[in-house]
C-alpha cells in the first residue's frame, strides 16, 4: 500500500547524511583495531571538525557537557556549523556567541533553566542571524535512534496535533498496518558527535557514571566521535566492569583526558555547576554592548592556549569547592 502524506511540515533539513552514507563511510574510514587513540583537544577539533559540519553535543543541559572541546572550537575559528539543539545550553550559547554556528535543529536551546534567556542565541534567533528547525527533545531523540539503527527515517506519535510538527520537516501519513496517523521524521547522522565521559581507556571504551542521556545513540549515529574525559584508565579497568561501557572502542575517533572538562556545567558525581561562572557569562550575554560578550570571549577562550589555562585561572580553590558541592559537604578550603 502507497503511504499518502496527509500533512507536511516547512522545515529545513540542515544534516544531509543519510544512515546508508554514514555506514559506507564507516566501513572504508574507521578501523576495528586496538589503536592508541590519545590526544590533545587542539589536535582532534582541527583534525576531526571542518569549517559546514553537523555536530551533536552529549550531555544534557548543564550537566556532563563537553566545554573543553566547545572553547577549542571557537579558539579554531570553525565557521558554519549546524548543531543539534537537543538539550543545548552553554555548550552552543559559547559556539554562538563565538560566531560558530549557521543553523540549529531546536529542541531545547535558548532558556537556561532557573537563570532564565540567553541575550546570544535570543538575538541571533530573532534577527535571523541563525537558521533553526523546531522539534522535540523525543523527536530528536527518535531522529538519532533512526540513524543509529541504519533507516531513513522513523515513525513517532510525538509532536502530531501540535504546530511545532508545521516547523519541522516531518510528514504525516496513514501507517499502512493500522491506518492510524503518524510522523515521519528523517535520520540524525551528524558528522561529528563530541561528549564529555567519566572514564574511557586509550582505544575509546567509554564508560559514564549516572544518566547516560542519547550519548549512545549519538555515537552509533555519527561518523565521527570525539570524547573528552575526567579520567584515562586501564583497559583491564574496562574490562573488570563491561556492563558499563556505553560506547565501544571502534566508534571513537580521539579520546583525551581533560579532568574538569564539563565545567561550568555538573559532572555527575564529581563536581557541581559553577552558578556564579553562568551567572556572569549570561549577564555577559545580554548585554546589549556587544563588545561585553567579546570580551568575556577573550578573557575566557581566546587569551588560553588551552583548557588546562582556563582551569588555572579558575584556581584550585575554586574547583574543589564545586567539588565539596556535588557531595554536599561543606568546604574547608
Known amino acids: ?183 515521519l521524521l528523517p535520520a540524525l547522522n551528524p558528522d561529528v558527535s563530541i561528549l564529555h565521559a567519566h572514564r574511557v581507556d586509550m582505544y575509546g571504551n567509554v564508560q559514564i557514571d549516572g544518566h547516560i542521556v542519547k550519548d549512545d545513540l549519538q555515537a552509533r549515529a555519527s561518523k565521527r566521535v570525539i570524547v573528552t574525559c575526567e579520567e584515562i584508565v586501564s583497559t583491564d579497568q574496562i574490562r573488570a566492569d563491561p556492563g558499563r561501557t556505553i560506547i565501544p572502542f571502534f566508534m571513537v575517533d580521539a579520546v583525551i583526558e581533560q579532568p574538569w572538562g564539563s565545567h561550568p556545567g555538573n559532572m555527575p558525581y564529581k563536581y557541581y555547576f559553577d552558578h556564579k561562572f553562568t551567572e556572569e557569562y549570561l549577564a555577559a550575554g545580554r548585554d546589549p554592548d556587544s563588545k561585553i560578550i567579546q570580551n568575556w570571549l577573550d578573557e575566557w577562550v581566546f587569551n588560553f592556549n588551552d583548557f588546562d589555562e582556563y582551569l588555572a585561572k579558575l584556581g584550585a580553590k575554586r574547583l574543589y569547592s564545586l567539588k565539596d558541592l556535588e557531595f554536599l559537604r561543606p568546604s574547608v578550603r
Not at 28 to 35: F, I, P, Q, S
Not at 43 to 67: E, W
Not at 137 to 153: C, D, E, H, T, V
Request: hydrophobic share 40%; aromatic share 8%.
Open 1 to 183: 500500500m502507497e503511504m499518502k502524506i496527509l500533512k507536511e511540515g516547512k522545515g529545513e533539513i540542515f544534516c544531509k547524511n543519510t544512515p546508508s552514507e554514514v555506514r559506507n563511510w564507516t566501513r572504508e574510514n574507521k578501523t576495528r583495531a586496538l589503536v592508541d587513540k590519545r590526544m590533545r583537544v587542539k589536535d582532534a577539533v582541527k583534525r576531526f571538525i571542518h569549517d559546514g559540519d553537523y555536530i551533536a553535543i552529549g550531555g544534557f543541559g548543564h550537566v556532563r557537557i563537553p566545554m573543553a572541546i566547545i572553547y577549542e572550537i571557537v579558539r579554531q575559528g570553525i565557521k558554519n556549523l549546524s548543531v543539534a539543539g537537543h538539550t543545548a545550553v552553554q555548550d552552543i550559547d559559547v559556539l554562538m556567541a563565538g560566531g560558530c554556528v549557521s543553523a540549529v535543529d531546536i529542541a531545547y536551546v535558548v532558556g537556561f533553566e532557573l537563570r532564565g534567556l540567553s541575550g546570544v542565541q535570543r538575538s541571533l534567533f530573532e534577527h535571523g542571524k541563525v537558521k533553526k528547525t523546531d522539534y522535540t527533545n523525543g523527536a530528536m531523540s527518535y531522529r538519532l535512534r533512526a540513524g543509529a539503527q541504519g533507516i531513513p527515517f522513523i515513525p513517532v506519535k510525538t509532536m502530531l496535533g501540535t504546530d511545532t510538527m508545521m516547523h519541522s520537516p516531518g510528514k504525516v501519513v496513514r501507517c499502512p498496518f493500522t491506518g492510524e496517523k503518524v510522523l
